[in-house]
């Protein structure tokens, strides 16, 4: 497996530099489309360059614009540049970019996964006498860990954007959580350093915000046996590997061997990216074999209202209402975007609304998106939050285009 498809947009021609020395910078220029039908959020694409540039070149843009130099051949130059944009419907714009060394591009996404030192396993118990946390790219679960053993800070992966942030039980129960923002700030770096308690409440950045109980959270998988949604209670392994820290995107991978639900045993490789200016992130799933009845959905609390819309090409569940750890009005939009070519149906479980994928051998692509109005300059209410989700199914429907 591991075939994935890249999980941003992709333009079709190349962008072209005009060539100088490195001495003195180059100036390039790009126009972008949006369709008639398309929407003002913002948007990335990923564009090959015509000749490679250095790597510690950065191109300013003459609006809000950001662009990113990227290296995807690991020669240590740029090959492609990622692009962070916006504009509104059935307009176009020239966007003119110089290189400049001392312009120094905010970083706007971030993932990570830290493990527990200090140390020892006793049974599925990591025991320690303080609380100290290393950084790694790669991981793999002991046999022996489960959910509340403390060796994974906040339990899992983490990964955030200046809108949102994320977490995924990386255990069982394997379910996606979410972090509330108040700002733009990075902030999960600092997030759980002091155990497994602080970031449940409120903090100057903010705070974990959903209770996801015995539910999928916000789009993690699970597969149906008898009309119940098993979690990851009899797998393998899991294995985490992180792809990519980078300004405008990041990335990262878990892989699960032997996943058995009833007599059906599969192994699933799953990628997640986070783009800068988007509180969504995408996930890309590949089994080994074509299975029915792999699902994912959204936790369903009381005193929250369910949304459901269809476009051509996509759709989206969601709940906004009541349902934030934040205080007992505090609210909170939750949102799940699906290909309508990759879905068997909609159906209701016993903690969370479903979505049941078709059997496939291809990759399949969903998007999660989650909204608190505690973020400065976010949605304040359920009518913005409708917006923001009829918005974004228009940017999935009819996304910007290069001319």
Not at 50 to 71: C, F, V, Y
Not at 73 to 81: E, F, P, R, S, T
Not at 289 to 307: A, E, F, I, Y
Request: net charge negative; with cysteine.
């Amino acid at each position: 497996m591991n075939n994935f498809y890249s999980p941003v947009g992709i333009a079709g021609g190349l962008l072209f530099l005009t060539a100088c020395q490195s001495t003195s910078p180059a100036a390039l220029s790009i126009t972008v489309n949006n369709p008639d039908s398309g929407s003002s959020l913002s948007q990335i694409i990923d564009i090959p360059l015509s000749q490679p540039l250095p790597m510690q070149q950065n191109l300013r843009a003459n609006d809000n614009s950001r662009i990113e130099l990227l290296d995807k051949d690991g020669d240590n130059l740029a090959d492609a540049a990622r692009l962070q944009t916006s504009i509104d419907a059935g307009h176009h714009k020239t966007i003119k970019f110089s290189l400049d060394p001392q312009y120094q591009l905010p970083i706007l996404t971030h993932a990570e996964l830290s493990t527990r030192v200090g140390g020892k396993w006793h049974g599925s118990d990591y025991i320690a006498g303080y609380f100290g946390f290393e950084t790694v790219e790669q991981y793999q679960t002991p046999p022996q860990a489960t959910d509340h053993s403390y060796h994974l800070r906040y339990e899992g992966p983490g990964w955030e954007n200046d809108q949102i942030g994320y977490r995924l039980y990386l255990d069982w129960r394997n379910a996606i959580d979410v972090f509330g923002k108040k700002n733009s700030d990075i902030v999960l770096p600092q997030v759980g350093q002091d155990g497994y308690e602080s970031y449940h409440h409120m903090s100057d950045w903010g705070q974990d915000l959903l209770k996801v109980g015995s539910a999928l959270g916000v789009g993690a998988l699970g597969r149906l046996d008898n009309g119940k949604v098993m979690h990851f209670q009899h797998h393998r392994t899991m294995h985490y590997q992180l792809l990519e820290n980078g300004h405008l995107s990041s990335a990262f991978e878990v892989d699960y061997k032997d996943w058995k639900v009833a007599d059906s045993t599969i192994d699933v490789d799953t990628r997640y990216r986070i783009n800068a200016g988007d509180a969504a992130t995408i996930i890309e799933v590949e089994t080994s074999k074509p299975v029915d009845n792999l699902v994912t959905g959204l936790v369903r609390h009381p005193h929250t209202v369910q949304l459901h819309k269809q476009g051509q090409q996509w759709g989206y569940i969601a709940r906004y209402g009541k349902q934030s750890l934040a205080g007992a009005d505090d609210e909170l939009g939750l949102a799940l975007f699906y290909q309508l070519d990759q879905v068997a149906g909609l159906q209701e479980g016993e903690h969370d609304d479903l979505v049941l994928f078709k059997p496939s051998s291809k990759i399949i692509s969903y998007q999660i998106l989650s909204a608190w109005p505690q973020l400065k300059g976010g949605i304040k209410d359920q009518a913005e939050f409708v917006q923001l989700l009829n918005d974004k199914l228009k940017a999935l429907e009819h996304p910007l285009q290069l001319q």
